[in-house]
């Protein structure tokens, strides 16, 4: 049976983001208050919750691409919105959520083309000439954001460091990974990684130009270190790791997000399942 509210959408989103914020780590916490209060409460905040109807959400997107928001923005946008409804359908003030009526925006695809294994290879051992390795290995291997990786506490390990715990996230190092953080010299300080040259925990300026200097000594193109995110997604699923274990290690919160995020890598795989099964078939007919 349906409660009686008078909630309006932006009553709702703003308590079902206070109420859920602990859950998530500092990067998707700004991102979605961004996404609510930059776009969702100036824009539908005043609708109640009863008058969210399927024409009002796909007014608002249309709003949000007529005034220049990219696409991958919008789709965030009605990710997020389409989470928030859930959440007050399950909790019985709204009868059915309207944000799963409309047609979902079409997002862009990522467009930049992860490192080759090669590439990769260069990158590495040109962290390693710069003494940078276990730094830089430890990012790569468990596809650490880099504000996350130059946080990183010796606190969060666990398990003979073969662990790494991120708030609610659970993420594996490899067997080397494990190893070369023995190599790194103990001090007083909580914090993993530190600037050879300050002694202090990295800033997030000093590790940008760090990137950029590896990336120079590799005689690699400029690509952003979240891009060698991605490259640490493709490979794992086109080596065969399911999305939502992907998803779980990236600390997405919905494995439909990678999984449009990363089309490109799981099309190459839909092709080799069809070549294979081409093969197959072949033989028996």
Aim: with cysteine.
């Amino acid at each position: 049976m349906q409660k009686e509210n008078n909630l309006t959408v932006g009553q709702w989103c703003g308590q079902w983001f206070t109420a859920n914020r602990h859950k998530w780590n500092g990067n998707t916490e700004g991102g979605y208050r961004n996404l609510i209060y930059s776009h969702i409460l100036p824009n539908i905040g005043s609708v109640a919750l009863s008058d969210l109807t399927k024409q009002t959400i796909t007014d608002f997107y249309d709003s949000l691409q007529n005034r220049g928001l990219s696409a991958r923005s919008v789709w965030c946008v009605h990710l997020l919105l389409r989470r928030c409804m859930d959440e007050a359908a399950r909790e019985q003030f709204i009868p059915y959520n309207p944000v799963r009526l409309c047609r979902e925006p079409r997002a862009e695809e990522y467009k930049t083309a992860p490192l080759r294994l090669g590439q990769l290879q260069r990158y590495l051992n040109a962290a390693e000439q710069l003494g940078v390795l276990p730094l830089i290995y430890t990012g790569l291997s468990s596809g650490l954001r880099q504000c996350e990786l130059i946080t990183l506490s010796w606190a969060d390990f666990h398990v003979r460091y073969r662990y790494i715990l991120k708030g609610r996230r659970l993420l594996t190092l490899n067997e080397k990974g494990a190893y070369l953080l023995t190599q790194i010299p103990k001090t007083n300080s909580p914090h993993v990684f530190h600037n050879p040259k300050t002694g202090a925990p990295y800033k997030l300026h000093e590790f940008y130009y760090l990137h950029k200097k590896i990336l120079k000594d590799a005689g690699l193109p400029h690509i952003r270190f979240h891009d060698l995110r991605h490259t640490f997604a493709t490979l794992a699923l086109q080596n065969g790791v399911d999305v939502k274990t992907v998803s779980s290690m990236l600390g997405h919160y919905d494995a439909g997000f990678t999984l449009r995020t990363y089309t490109h890598a799981t099309r190459q795989k839909q092709d080799e399942a069809a070549q294979t099964m081409g093969s197959f078939m072949a033989q028996v007919m």
